[in-house]
């Protein structure tokens, strides 16, 4: 009876050193893979960061490209006009451009207000309105 009962022990050990192993990989294993996700978090980030550096220099540039072309505009004009009415000209048309990307704004700020997503809202009213009659009428399916 002991020999029977020596092999259970030996088999219940290693079954034991077994579990203990898988754990140890498991945890391993885990610990490995939030790594490598903290590694590619990193340096996806650092990508992102220059590339939202990068657009905010374009950006910048472009404003200055704009000036640039908005002074050759006055040039061009003083050609024909005399400085006052060129520079009077292109300030008006910059400001009506303004205003009207202003108005656009303001009209699609309008349309995403409020914030709270109103049809999904009313289409859950309706479905819980729906279920109440239900309960009310007896109907469970």
């Avoid at 490598?36 to 220059?50: P, S």
């Avoid at 009506?96 to 049809?119: I, K, N, W, Y």
């Avoid at 009213?125 to 007896?138: H, L, S």
Wanted: hydrophobic share 55%; no cysteine.
């Amino acid at each position: 009876m002991t020999a029977v009962s020596d092999q259970r022990s030996a088999a219940d050990a290693s079954a034991g050193e077994l579990v203990s192993r898988i754990a140890e990989q498991i945890s391993t294993l885990v610990r490995d893979e939030l790594a490598l996700a903290k590694a590619e978090l990193v340096a996806k980030g650092r990508h992102a960061g220059i590339g939202g550096g990068l657009f905010g220099g374009a950006a910048a540039l472009g404003l200055y490209g704009l000036g640039l072309a908005l002074a050759l505009t006055v040039v061009a004009l003083d050609l024909v006009w005399p400085l006052w009415l060129a520079l009077l000209v292109v300030t008006v048309v910059v400001f009506a451009a303004a205003g009207v990307a202003a108005l656009l704004g303001r009209r699609q700020f309008a349309e995403a207000t409020p914030l709270a997503p109103s049809d999904a809202i009313a289409g859950v009213n309706q479905d819980v309105d729906a279920v109440k009659a239900a309960v009310r009428e007896g109907r469970t399916s």
